[in-house]
């Protein structure tokens, strides 16, 4: 005769569904025996591995199979679960899933506490973390070596937005769900990172300025394609910029001419707008030509004022 369906089956019963589980117990206990600093540990076996399965059906919010703590100590099961864990692979974005609702909170928590000004920068930043990850990078220019990379929007140092990225092809910056990069700055998720943090300010348009906000970037989001998307949002941007960014192609010229011959002085400096006049592109001789854009200001340290 068939069990009932109420019947809460014996977690050892689930063997029968997953054949396999001898060498992902003698793996977990491989990792437990060389790392596990406590002399209590002993290797895990197949019968607490089933013991330990739980349901992780978020939507009918089941729980457990069945009671963890008729099967083992909480000692035994916390000290499992630092080599052996069961998670449902439901998006590339599951890591920092696990952060919410507590990320959401914190970000819209910064905002109240701080009301932002008219200059806001946008970077990229690292977040400490040394343990086991497969999100995590290691940037040895950084004086953060190993953690998470996170693009952030900031205020002298204090952060009002920001957002995970996951390394890796098809991954990166982790938007809200359903947020689709605008379609006029091309397919670049890392420049779509600047007008989705912005528009998370709620500053209010100064009737004597036309922006909401300048915005203060570097090359490796600059271009002329962002600054008009953000020109047309009610944000000006000023910020460094790549050969490939869509700078005036002369100045492109100029900067591999001088990097071959190195003919141009020092503090040499170049300017000219864009055809429509509503970005102005700038280069001026450091050490090598270092190219610039923006819509709100000039080489002369002028604040374009557009009426």
């Known amino acids: 005769m068939a069990k009932p369906t109420n019947v809460v089956p014996d977690p050892t019963d689930l063997g029968t569904l997953r054949p396999d589980f001898e060498p992902i117990a003698e793996r977990a206990s491989e990792k437990g025996t060389v790392r596990e600093s406590s002399p209590k540990w002993k290797p895990l076996t197949v019968e607490e591995l089933l013991k330990y399965y739980w349901n992780t059906d978020l939507e009918k919010h089941c729980g457990l199979h069945h009671a963890i703590t008729s099967h083992m100590s909480r000692e035994r099961f916390e000290a499992i679960a630092c080599w052996f864990r069961i998670t449902p692979f439901t998006s590339t974005s599951i890591v920092f ?49 190993v953690g998470y990379k996170m693009w952030v929007i900031a205020e002298k140092g204090y952060f009002l937005s920001w957002l995970w990225h ?54 490796l989001f600059m271009s002329v394609k962002l600054a008009l998307y953000l020109e047309r949002h009610k944000t000006g941007c000023t910020g460094t910029a790549r050969t490939n960014s869509g700078i005036w192609s002369e100045l492109v010229q100029k900067k591999k001419d001088n990097k071959r011959n190195d003919t141009i002085p020092w503090r040499t400096e170049f300017e000219a707008p864009t055809m429509d006049g509503k970005v102005n592109m700038m280069a001026w001789k450091d050490n090598a030509l270092v190219f610039m854009m923006s819509t709100t200001h000039t080489l002369a340290g002028e604040t374009i004022i557009r009426t």
């Open 166 to 219: 996951s390394k890796g092809a098809g991954k990166g910056p982790h938007f809200d769900h359903g947020y689709r990069p605008p379609k006029e700055m091309g397919l670049n998720p890392t420049a779509a990172v600047v007008p989705y943090l912005v528009q998370k300010m709620q500053r209010l348009l100064d009737p004597s300025f036309e922006y909401r906000h300048i915005l203060w970037l570097d090359n």
């Open 97 to 145: 899933e696990k952060l919410e609702p507590l990320n959401a909170h914190l970000q819209s928590v910064s905002r109240q506490l701080w009301i932002p000004g008219r200059d806001l920068a946008v970077d990229e930043c690292m977040e400490r973390f040394q343990s086991r990850s497969h999100d995590t990078l290691k940037i040895p220019s950084k004086p953060i070596l």
